[in-house]
């Protein structure tokens, strides 16, 4: 039986994604299939290009024919996720209002809630699938690196690792920076109602200083990671020419590879970040 809003005060994202479980399966299902799609790519790159070598058209057909493919399955979930999303929308927004009505909650709050509820659905109409097709990238990409050479592999996989540390490390931190940044949002209402300039300023000041904590904090994980990731990408080249690979095909294929599994490892950030900002939310959308 499903479980509404407003017989439970508890909003998370693995509780809107039980309650409305089909529609989110179905688009979940066609990023699989897009996930898929795009992980083939770079092998079918790899064998155009010795198929031209070698005065074949084939595998150009083939390679044309996986776009063609991908675009209509790409097509396909982002027409359905509109329509899908903004009904949740509007479903979680009308509940909570009216459960916060109901517990006389003032309206400044109930403003303030209903804002951070858009943030819940735009996590799962467009960062949920992005962590997906990430999560297959990488682990799909790894397996398929790990078939070219092994160095490569091991390489981007310590990347990961170093990710992974440095996530736990600030993972606090971040959840309380976020925390009082919304708790600074939660007054706008009460503080522009005063029509006072100080107060006014000085609001806008806090919400900017804790954005600027929250900005300054990421600043510092990215740039960690990404002295990893040069050293991924200056190191990959290097492993496959010493392997004593000669078809340029292959080449080219392993380091496309590479790049894909990094373009997946940049993203990932951002959505830890989100995740970590949408718990702290969960739990004051909870009070």
Same mark, same amino acid.
């Given at each position: 039986m499903q479980a509404t809003i407003n017989s439970n005060n508890h909003i998370s994202v693995r509780r809107l994604m039980s309650r409305f479980r089909w529609r989110i399966l179905f688009t979940m299902a066609l990023v699989l299939i897009e996930s898929g799609l795009s992980l083939a790519f770079p092998l079918f790159i790899g064998a155009s290009i010795n198929g031209l070598l070698e005065q074949r058209t084939t595998e150009l057909f083939y390679l044309g024919g996986l776009g063609i493919l991908m675009l209509i399955v790409g097509s396909a979930r982002r027409f359905?996720?509109?329509?899908?999303?903004?009904?949740?929308?509007?479903?979680?927004?009308?509940?909570?209002?009216?459960?916060?009505?109901?517990?006389?909650?003032?309206?400044?709050?109930?403003?303030?809630?209903?804002?951070?509820?858009?943030?819940?659905?735009?996590? #799962?109409?467009? $960062?949920?699938?992005?962590?997906?097709?990430? +999560?297959? %990238?990488?682990?799909? &990409?790894?397996? *398929?690196?790990?078939? #070219?050479?092994? $160095?490569?592999?091991?390489?981007?996989?310590? +990347?990961? %690792?170093?990710?992974? &540390?440095?996530? *736990?490390?600030?993972?606090?931190?971040?959840?309380?920076?976020?925390?009082?940044?919304?708790?600074?949002?939660?007054?706008? &209402?009460?503080?522009?109602?005063?029509?006072?300039?100080?107060?006014?300023?000085?609001?806008?000041?806090?919400?900017?200083k804790w954005n600027i904590h929250l900005s300054d904090l990421e600043t510092v994980n990215y740039a960690v990671i990404w002295l990893g990731i040069i050293m991924v990408l200056v190191y990959s080249p290097i492993a496959v020419i010493d392997s004593g690979v000669i078809n340029f095909g292959l080449i080219f294929s392993t380091l496309m590879y590479v790049f894909q599994y990094i373009e997946n490892i940049v993203m990932l950030p951002l959505f830890i970040q989100q995740i970590i900002r949408l718990q702290e939310i969960s739990v004051r959308l909870s009070d």
């Open positions: 359905f996720d509109t329509r899908a999303y903004s009904n949740i929308y509007t479903t979680i927004s009308t509940e909570t209002v009216e459960r916060e009505q109901k517990q006389g909650k003032p309206l400044t709050v109930t403003t303030a809630r209903v804002q951070l509820l858009t943030e819940f659905v735009e996590f #799962l109409e467009n $960062s949920f699938p992005m962590i997906i097709e990430s +999560l297959i %990238g990488i682990v799909g &990409v790894l397996l *398929i690196i790990l078939s #070219l050479n092994v $160095s490569v592999f091991l390489a981007c996989l310590a +990347l990961f %690792g170093l990710m992974v &540390v440095i996530y *736990i490390l600030s993972g606090k931190l971040n959840f309380r920076l976020n925390k009082n940044f919304n708790d600074e949002l939660e007054k706008r &209402v009460d503080v522009l109602s005063t029509q006072q300039r100080p107060m006014i300023e000085n609001h806008f000041k806090a919400v900017m």
